[in-house]
């Protein structure tokens, strides 16, 4: 199957993968034929992607789902927690945090033993969620993302359980942040910014004040906004004086931003977000780090329609382990014509290939 860009879908197309909401329910079924109304309802629900039957790519598995039941757990405490975080308004630390902490600690080591069990590269670009659920989902994802690069580090278990739980918690300070702000479509004023930036302050003054809870945490709430050269916040830190685990969070927090649906932005594609990345390295963002990030993450995920520097046309087919940046493409076209027979590209041992674009390629009549 391939992915297909969800508003150039055509009534007739076959679902090839089933379409979740956060709480686990099935919205569309797999094999389902969508009609122009289901169109319309999947780009209100602003999901940009979707798997589509092919009969030129049947055979293409798409990246396992991420951990399923692991997931929406998750999700559902940091959302529990987080709002009555926010209930309680209470920046001193006094709030229930031990519980809580508990049970994120054992979220983190959950997902460490998923991603040691499972040796394929991370790809979570077909996951779905609404706005209003963002900042849930978005802990989740950088918790998912800072892990990955975390184990490509060597870290060791210890240190990853107090980098996962500074990444589950790295954006708590949100909650404390007005929703006409955080919602807002249009571009934030001045103060409006200066008001988004102090959640890095509040998260780190909650989180500091939990006994449990490694002041390491409460740093990676204060710290992933900054940035190598100085030009981040809150403190405009630079260098080294940015914790190592701080600049971990940053590459995930960026990535998953960027390639996620805003309220104020479409989302990026992977490889698109790979070169904002590329493009801070050593100004903003630590190179090792983005490297790491490079092997364990899936930049372009089975079934995403792309072209070569040849002007040749395939599906991504399957990833090469620890290369996230050069997959298996079937080739469907080239010289402008459907080949008569797909046929398989390795890049990895083809160097002198590369991905120009990504496309939406349509099934033949």
Known sequence: MRLAITKSLSPGARLGKDIYNEQGHILLCEGLTLTQKMIARLVSLNIPLV???????????????????????????????????????????????????????????????????????????ADVYTYDDYIFTHSFNVTLYTLAIGMELNINNKNLEILGLGAILHDVGKMFIPLGILHKPGKLTEKEFEQIQKHADYGFHLIKNVHTVSHLVANCAYQHHERLDGSGYPRGIKGDEIHY????????????????????????????????????????????????????????????????????????????????????IRILEENGEQVKESYEVDLNKNLQLLIMKCLNIQEPA
């Open 51 to 125: 798997y589509i039957q092919d009969s030129r790519t049947d055979d293409i598995i798409p990246m396992p789902p991420v951990f399923g039941n692991l997931r929406r757990e998750a999700i559902n405490r940091i959302e529990t927690t987080f709002l009555d975080m926010k209930n309680e308004m209470n920046l001193d630390g006094s709030f229930t945090m031990e519980q809580p902490n508990v049970k994120f600690t054992q979220i983190v080591r959950n997902i460490m033993d998923e991603l040691n069990r499972n040796n394929e590269l991370l790809t979570i670009l």
């Open 245 to 328: 685990f701080g600049k971990i969070i940053a590459v995930a927090d960026v990535f998953d931003a960027v390639t996620s649906n805003r309220v104020y932005r479409k989302a990026m594609l992977p490889h698109q977000g790979l070169e904002i990345l590329y493009a801070g390295i050593g100004k903003k963002f630590d190179n090792t780090i983005i490297e790491a990030f490079r092997r364990a993450v899936a930049i372009y995920p089975n079934g995403l329609s792309v072209e070569l520097n040849d002007g040749r046309k395939g599906v991504v087919s399957a990833q090469n382990e620890g290369i996230g940046d050069r997959p298996m």
